[in-house]
């Protein structure tokens, strides 16, 4: 017999990985852990975004991420 996981649980672990994943990217943000802790997932993926897109922008030049940070978080 097959065991099929419920809708509800399997929403709930696709949401836990989803959120495990946001918690590991969220850790690579060049920003100290107070500020990373402050960030809701919504503005953690934002923060990652943009992390990333200035990144490629940048690609090949030095690049401060922080002041663009604190900006993000003053907003």
């Known amino acids: 017999m097959v065991s099929h996981r419920s809708t509800k ?6 949401r836990d990985h989803i959120n495990n994943e ?3 990217m969220r850790s690579l943000l060049p920003v100290t852990s107070d ?7 919504l ?3 934002a923060a990652i975004c943009t992390y990333i897109r200035k990144s490629v922008l940048f690609q090949g ?3 401060d991420f922080f002041p663009f940070f604190k900006t993000f978080i003053a907003l």
């Open 9 to 14: 649980g399997a929403s709930k672990a696709r």
């Open 43 to 45: 503005h953690s993926m």
């Open 61 to 63: 030049e030095p690049f």
């Open 35 to 41: 500020e990373q802790e402050r960030l809701s997932y």
């Open 22 to 24: 946001i918690r590991k």
